[in-house]
Nanobody, 122 residues
Framework: QLQLVESGGGLVQPGGSLRLSCSSSGEKLNIYAIGWFRQAPGKEREAVICISSSGIVTNFGDSVSGRFAISRDNAENTVYLQMSELKPEDTAIYYC???????????????WGQGTQVTVSS
């Protein structure tokens, strides 16, 4: 079974930047679409951005438009989420997930990481 691990979360001031990583120590990630999701306390899990196995990027919603970027490094078997111009409302647990191709609905993703906490606060 594919096991995903997120890392790179932490505390950052508003306007700052952070890069999250999604990796697998077992299976290769290159055959999967990898999506990033986030969930804040009291809110539903929200799709942020996704990258296909061929590198095509799909952006979801407007709240992070122009501020977040996704990329993948097959040699490192890692998918990254580069976050910039961070706002307090970006505070959430961030998850990566895998399936055959990108979709906005979390229920369709087959594998999930444990999540990493991102806190944006002054």
């Amino acid at each position: 079974q594919l096991q995903l691990v997120e890392s790179g979360g932490g505390l950052v001031q508003p306007g700052g930047s952070l890069r999250l990583s999604c990796s697998s120590s077992g299976e290769k990630l290159n055959i999967y679409a990898i999506g990033w999701f986030r969930q804040a306390p009291g809110k539903e899990r929200e799709a942020v951005i996704c990258i296909s196995s061929s590198g095509i990027v799909t952006n979801f919603g407007d709240s992070v438009s122009g501020r977040f970027a996704i990329s993948r490094d097959n040699a490192e078997n890692t998918v990254y989420l580069q976050m910039s111009e961070l706002k307090p409302e970006d505070t959430a647990i961030y998850y990566c997930a895998a399936r055959s191709f990108c979709t906005v609905r979390p229920v369709y993703y087959n594998f999930w990481g444990q999540g990493t906490q991102v806190t944006v606060s002054s």
